[in-house]
């Protein structure tokens, strides 16, 4: 059991509620992990600056889920994997690729595996990535932009994840259907 509240808009510190009812307004409703992140202004507002400026990047938003989604996966953290899987269906990310990353694995879609291998690579080698792995990136397509850009997921979607791991919240109705359970190690 959690130790931390999931906040309201109005029981949440004053410094948090601008962020929740912009979140509310976004998704038509407080998704729980931001609820628990209003505990500490300084984490939701941080946090909420990184991610508007990651979804104003050059990367498309199947392309953002499939790394949020990939983050979370390889950070065997159960909420954002249920989260984000909605959310990648959602922006037209086909079933067979979301499966694929569910599962450890590489999606289908060339660009999409580009991605999805880059962010697992950069969080398991704690973004010592090697010339060869930016090199297959490049070739795949993306820029040395994108590829600065995608550490700005990785670290956004890293807050999250961790966040998830330390608070963990209630996953929410809407996303039940999408539950994941990490591997046991």
Known sequence: MSSY?????????AQSKPVLRQLQEAFGLI???????ATSP???????????RVHASSLTEPQIQTLLLTNAVT?????????????????????????????????????LAALS???????????????????????????????LEIIAVVAASTITNYVASVTRPELEAPFEEFVWRAPIA
């Open 5 to 13: 509240p999931v906040h309201t808009i109005e029981s949440a510190p």
């Open 31 to 37: 998704p729980n992990i931001a609820a628990a992140m």
């Open 75 to 111: 950070n065997a953290s159960e909420w954002p994997v249920a989260f984000h899987t909605a959310l990648a269906l959602k922006q037209g990310v086909h079933r067979a690729d979301v499966d694929a990353i569910r599962h450890g694995e590489l999606p289908d879609d060339a660009g």
């Open 117 to 147: 291998m880059l962010a697992r690579t950069l969080i398991e080698k704690r973004g010592h990535l090697a010339d060869a792995d930016q090199q297959r990136f490049l070739e795949a397509g993306f820029s040395a932009e994108q590829l």
């Open 42 to 52: 300084v984490l939701i507002n941080g946090f909420i600056g990184l991610f508007e």
